[in-house]
Nanobody
């Protein structure tokens, strides 16, 4: 069983930065691939970034070069550093991992980019 708790969302202006955090409970965090998804109103949930246990990373094209995913295994935490934010980045951001046949999700954190 894995529990995920996101934090760090908020309201920012275009061009500003935010750092999201996702704290995971349960054992085996260091072996998990961790993902950040987002869902904007009226749109499907989309994968934003992923980091494997060996710290390989992958990004959606729309955020590449602006967002950075990282992990701190000692704290069972994964981060999403978001720079140069745009209005189209406005969404609820979710932390996710998979264990066997199960998907685990956090409750989400709202990011709003608006002037």
């Amino acid at each position: 069983q894995v529990q995920l708790v996101e934090s760090g969302g908020g309201l920012v202006q275009p061009g500003e930065s935010l750092r999201l955090s996702c704290a995971a409970s349960g054992s085996g965090f260091r072996f998990m691939t961790m993902n950040w998804y987002r869902q904007a109103p009226g749109k499907q949930r989309e994968l934003v970034a992923a980091i494997t246990s060996d710290r390989s990373t992958a990004y959606a094209g729309s955020v590449k070069g602006r967002f950075t995913i990282s992990r701190e295994n000692a704290r069972n935490t994964v981060y999403l550093q978001m720079n140069s934010l745009k209005p189209e980045d406005t969404a609820v951001y979710y932390c996710n991992t998979r264990g066997g046949l199960l998907d685990y999700w956090g409750q989400g954190t709202q990011v709003t980019v608006s002037s």
